[in-house]
């Protein structure tokens, strides 16, 4: 289960793996080395919202398709505040929450439909084996009559 987003938890993670003691102090000290700002950030966005930076895109796990979504974000250099890092997280994981429930409901109309077209098929077979059964029952019926008539 992921970290609820609060200031409290970022707080928390920066001080746990970067020594920060807190997100003003680490926005003042990362303007020293760039790379560095864009490590925690992406190290933040991937512990509080599950998307990683892979080949340049952010990407996140789709449990339901089990493949990755993709979304057209490629760095992270518009984060300049504390504000902006919080608007982004809550952006990513809203946006997360609604592809997952897309994907659900595009399962569950699947298997709807597959439960509806199974149902129909067996119908089909039933109705079948019916008029089978039906016809031998009347064959052997009438056979039966004519041997009664004799």
């Not at 970067?18 to 925690?40: E, L």
């Not at 039906?134 to 009438?142: H, P, T």
Request: proline letters at 1%; aromatic letters at 8%; hydrophobic letters at 30%.
């Amino acid at each position: 289960m992921r970290p609820r987003i609060s200031t409290k938890n970022i707080k928390f993670y920066l001080a746990q793996n970067y020594g920060y003691s807190n997100i003003d102090n680490f926005f003042k000290n990362a303007d020293v080395i760039k790379n560095h700002k864009h490590i925690v950030i992406a190290g933040i966005i991937q512990s509080f919202t599950g998307y990683k930076l892979e080949k340049g895109k952010l990407v996140c796990y789709n449990p339901y398709t089990s493949k990755n979504e993709v979304l057209n974000i490629s760095n992270f250099n518009h984060i300049q505040s504390k504000e902006d890092l919080l608007k982004e997280l809550s952006m990513l994981h809203t946006t997360r929450m609604q592809m997952l429930k897309q994907s659900r409901k595009r399962i569950l109309e699947l298997s709807k439909q597959k439960t509806q077209d199974r149902d129909q098929d067996l119908k089909a077979t039933i109705k079948k084996t019916e008029s089978k059964r039906l016809q031998e029952l009347q064959r052997d019926s009438k056979s039966k009559e004519e041997e009664l008539d004799y």
